[in-house]
């Protein structure tokens, strides 16, 4: 369904660019332990890369 899967990409895309306005602005500069701070990082990159690929996702189901 069509619908469904244009509400899940942007669902998708919302909640990623949360994720990463909070690890940018609250949980990687709060972070003390540098292991912690490691594994942040790590996982924004991973975020990141996400979102990238849920936009791109977004875009292709907006152009069809």
Do not use: C, G, W
């Not at 602005?25 to 996982?43: C, D, G, K, S």
């Amino acid at each position: 369904n069509h619908a469904f899967d244009r509400a899940y990409i942007n669902a998708m895309v919302k909640d990623h660019a949360a994720a990463l306005q909070l690890l940018d602005q609250r949980l990687i500069p709060q972070a003390t332990n540098p292991q912690l701070r490691q594994y942040l990082e790590v996982t924004r990159a991973h975020v990141a890369q996400h979102l990238k690929q849920a936009q791109a996702v977004q875009n292709q189901l907006a152009n069809s």
